[in-house]
């Protein structure tokens, strides 16, 4: 069984920082993928980050220059610094990946969901 685990979330002040973690557990083979979405209140789910396998990575243009997606690959750990938040940052930020775990001989590629974490940038 997978688990996806946020931490790091939390209430702080424009032009704030912030360093979300993203903790899988599991029999994880690999990972094709990581990455962090967020979730504004009234508002759809967005895609903030992803980094693949080999290391590339992709932003939303509103977070460019100011979150940094990274992975810790031997701790199975995706982590978003946040720098000059805004307001607008405000929402609930989701881990997602799409790992390769294994059970007998099977490996199995699925999509994975953490619980969330809320962060709240105030103006």
């Known amino acids: 069984q997978v688990q996806l685990v946020e931490s790091g979330g939390g209430l702080v002040q424009a032009g704030g920082s912030l360093r979300l973690s993203c903790d899988a557990s599991?029999?994880?083979?690999?990972?094709?993928?990581m990455a962090w979405y967020r979730q504004a209140s009234g508002k759809q789910r967005e895609l903030v980050a992803s980094?693949?396998?080999?290391?590339?990575?992709n932003y939303r243009d509103s977070v460019k220059g100011r979150l940094t997606i990274s992975r810790d690959s031997a701790k199975n750990t995706a982590y978003l610094q946040m720098n000059s938040l805004k307001p607008e940052d405000t929402a609930v930020y989701f881990c997602?990946?799409?790992?390769?775990?294994?059970?007998?001989?099977?490996?199995?590629?699925?999509?994975?969901w953490g619980e969330g974490t809320l962060v709240t940038v105030s103006s």
């Open positions: 997602y990946a799409d790992l390769n775990t294994q059970s007998g001989n099977v490996i199995t590629r699925r999509e994975y």
């Open positions: 599991g029999r994880i083979v690999s990972r094709n993928l």
């Open positions: 980094i693949t396998r080999a290391g590339t990575t």
